[in-house]
């Protein structure tokens, strides 16, 4: 059986975090470890335009931008990117 054990954020959703308040890093965490349950918890939906499996769960007015790969029989959960609706879908 395969389980998400790991959580991998880029440096570019580390920033992210790092600017926001510590209520809503703490919100943004417990959704993102909602990602980790079978099946994933959220609203989430796929992003168009990317061949790469990429997601995206909705947090209020913020978007988290995922991908989950499987390798070694090890599934890992990237955190793309974290930002505002606004701007997320301006990359």
């Known amino acids: 059986m395969v389980k998400v054990i790991k959580i991998n ?3 570019t959703a580390l920033k992210a975090m790092q600017n926001y308040e510590a209520k809503l890093r703490e919100h943004i965490r417990e959704k993102i ?3 980790t349950q079978t099946p994933p918890v959220g609203d989430i939906k796929p ?3 990317y061949s790469d499996g990429r997601l995206r769960l909705r947090v209020g007015k913020y978007r988290i ?3 989950y790969k499987v390798e070694n029989n090890i599934k890992s959960l ?3 990117e974290i930002d505002s609706r606004g ?3 301006k990359k």
């Open 9 to 11: 954020y880029t440096k």
């Open 33 to 35: 470890k909602g990602l």
């Open 47 to 49: 992003m168009q335009g």
């Open 65 to 67: 931008v995922y991908k």
């Open 78 to 80: 990237y955190i793309i």
């Open 87 to 89: 701007d997320i879908y």
